[in-house]
Nanobody, 115 residues
Framework: QVQLVESGGGLVQPGGSLRLSCAAS????????MAWYRQTPEKQRELVAA???????NYADSVKGRFTISRDNAKNTLYLQMNSLKPEDTGVYYC?????????WGQGTQVTVSS
């Protein structure tokens, strides 16, 4: 089992930046894939970005060049740096890890991009 706690969401103006964090309750060194998803009332939960244990990354086309995913194994924490935010980035952001025995989600953190 892994407990995940997201933080860093909030209200930001278009063009602004936020950094989301996802703290895990155990070591993440052996976790192969960690990812950020977002959900809005209009859409299903969608993959935003993912990172593997060897540092390979994958991004949704809509966030390429603006968002950066990273992980700090020493701090057991996953990050999402979000720059040049747009209103369409608004949503609840969740982190997810997949380990032997299942996948685990955090509780989510709200990001609102609005003037």
């Amino acid at each position: 089992q892994v407990q995940l706690v997201e933080s860093g969401g909030g209200l930001v103006q278009p063009g602004g930046s936020l950094r989301l964090s996802c703290a895990a309750s155990r070591s993440i060194v052996s976790i192969y894939v960690m990812a950020w998803y977002r959900q809005t009332p209009e859409k299903q939960r969608e993959l935003v970005a993912a990172i593997t244990s060897d540092g390979s990354t994958n991004y949704a086309d809509s966030v390429k060049g603006r968002f950066t995913i990273s992980r700090d194994n020493a701090k057991n924490t996953l990050y999402l740096q979000m720059n040049s935010l747009k209103p369409e980035d608004t949503g609840v952001y969740y982190c997810k890890v997949s380990v032997t025995g299942g996948s685990f989600w955090g509780q989510g953190t709200q990001v609102t991009v609005s003037s």
